[in-house]
C-alpha cells in the first residue's frame, strides 16, 4: 500500500506516447520511493509491468515498443531500489530485487499483473513468479536464462567490458545489443535514437554502486547448481521465452533450456537478433506478446 506519491497514478482515458510520460514516484511500505512511468489508458485488462536490464533506467524501454505493447493494455514501466530516479541502495541479490518489485507493486495497488522481465529483469520475474505466484498471471521473459545454468557465471569479457564499463557509451550498446549485419545495426540505431530523443525530464542515470551490486547479482544467480534448475518446474502459469538468435550476453541455447524447464513455456528465437531483439523487431515482439497475453488457453 502507499504510503505517499507524487502524482495520481489514475488511469486517464487516452494513452499517451511512453516518450512523453511524466516521471512519477510512490512510496512503498519499504519506505523506498519508486519512480514509474504508466502508460494509464482505459483498458481493463490485466496491467503489464516492465523490469529492466542491467544498468537501464526508465529512459532504456524504446518507446516504439512499449507503445505497442499499451496499444491494447495498461504498461507500467518502474525503476527498482537505488536504479535511476528511484531511493535506497541497489540490493546484491534478484532475490531481493523481486522482493523490492513485490513492493513496488503493493503500492501501486496492482494486485495481479502480467510480467515483462528483460536480461536482469527476466531473472527478477523468474523470482517473482516463484516467490509470489498468486501476483502473476502471465510471465514474458526476453533473453534471459534459469538460474544455476552451467557456463552462465559472469558474462563473457568482451560482453561486460563494453557495456559494464564506467564509459560505456552508443558504439558499446549497439556492439553487445545487436549483430554486425547493416540491418540489425541500422535497427539499433534509430532504436537509440528513440530512446534518446526525449530531452526533458529524463530519468536519473544509473550510477556505479548500482552497476556493481547488478553485476554480484548477475553472477550469484550464474552460480552452477543443478537443483536449482528443478525450480522452474513449480511455474504453473503460461510463460512466453523469447531472444535474438545471436545474443552474446545471453547465449540462445540458455533460452533453449528455460524453456524446456517450464512445464507451459512458449519459445520464440528471432532472427538476425542479438541481446537488444525486442527492440529491433518491436512491432513482431509487441504482436507475439499481445497474442500470448490475450490467448484464452
Known amino acids: 500500500m502507499a504510503t505517499g506519491t507524487t502524482?495520481?497514478?489514475?488511469?486517464?482515458?487516452?494513452?499517451?506516447?511512453?516518450?512523453?510520460?511524466?516521471?512519477k514516484t510512490v512510496t512503498?511500505?519499504?519506505?523506498?520511493?519508486?519512480?514509474?512511468?504508466?502508460?494509464?489508458?482505459?483498458?481493463?485488462?490485466?496491467?503489464?509491468?516492465?523490469?529492466?536490464?542491467?544498468?537501464?533506467?526508465?529512459?532504456?524501454?524504446?518507446?516504439?515498443?512499449?507503445d505497442?505493447?499499451?496499444?491494447?493494455?495498461?504498461?507500467?514501466?518502474?525503476?527498482?531500489t537505488g536504479v535511476g530516479g528511484s531511493g535506497g541502495s541497489t540490493p546484491h541479490t534478484v532475490e531481493q530485487m523481486a522482493h523490492d518489485a513485490l513492493a513496488f507493486l503493493a503500492a501501486t495497488g496492482l494486485e495481479q499483473v502480467d510480467v515483462l522481465g528483460f536480461s536482469l529483469g527476466s531473472f527478477v520475474a523468474q523470482q517473482i513468479a516463484l516467490t509470489r505466484p498468486n501476483v502473476v498471471r502471465r510471465l514474458v521473459l526476453a533473453s534471459s536464462a534459469p538460474q544455476g545454468a552451467a557456463g552462465m557465471h559472469g558474462w563473457a569479457p568482451e560482453v561486460i567490458g563494453a557495456i559494464g564499463a564506467p564509459d560505456s557509451g552508443a558504439e558499446e550498446v549497439l556492439d553487445v545489443f545487436y549483430t554486425p549485419s547493416p540491418a540489425s545495426r541500422k535497427a539499433g540505431e534509430q532504436s537509440l535514437q528513440r530512446m534518446f530523443a526525449r530531452t526533458e525530464d529524463r530519468d536519473v542515470p544509473t550510477s556505479w554502486a548500482t552497476r556493481e551490486a547488478q553485476y554480484d547479482a548477475v553472477c550469484?544467480?550464474?552460480?552452477?547448481?543443478?537443483?536449482?534448475?528443478?525450480?522452474?518446474?513449480?511455474?504453473?502459469?503460461?510463460?512466453?521465452v523469447a531472444n535474438g538468435d545471436s545474443d552474446p550476453m545471453i547465449l540462445p541455447h540458455y533460452t533453449h533450456l528455460l524453456a524446456g524447464l517450464i512445464p507451459q513455456a512458449r519459445l520464440k528465437i528471432y532472427?538476425?537478433?542479438?541481446h537488444g531483439f525486442l527492440f529491433q523487431h518491436h512491432a513482431e515482439f509487441a504482436a507475439d506478446v499481445e497474442a500470448f497475453l490475450a490467448d484464452p488457453q
Open 7 to 23: 502524482e495520481s497514478s489514475a488511469r486517464s482515458g487516452q494513452q499517451n506516447s511512453y516518450a512523453t510520460l511524466p516521471n
Open 28 to 66: 512503498a511500505a519499504n519506505g523506498i520511493a519508486y519512480a514509474y512511468r504508466d502508460t494509464g489508458g482505459s483498458h481493463t485488462g490485466v496491467p503489464l509491468v516492465l523490469l529492466q536490464h542491467f544498468r537501464g533506467n526508465l529512459d532504456n524501454w524504446d518507446p516504439a515498443l512499449v
Open 68 to 80: 505497442a505493447l499499451a496499444s491494447t493494455r495498461r504498461v507500467i514501466a518502474f525503476d527498482n
Open 220 to 240: 550469484a544467480w550464474g552460480i552452477p547448481d543443478h537443483g536449482l534448475l528443478q525450480r522452474l518446474g513449480c511455474l504453473e502459469l503460461p510463460v512466453f
Open 271 to 274: 532472427p538476425d537478433a542479438a
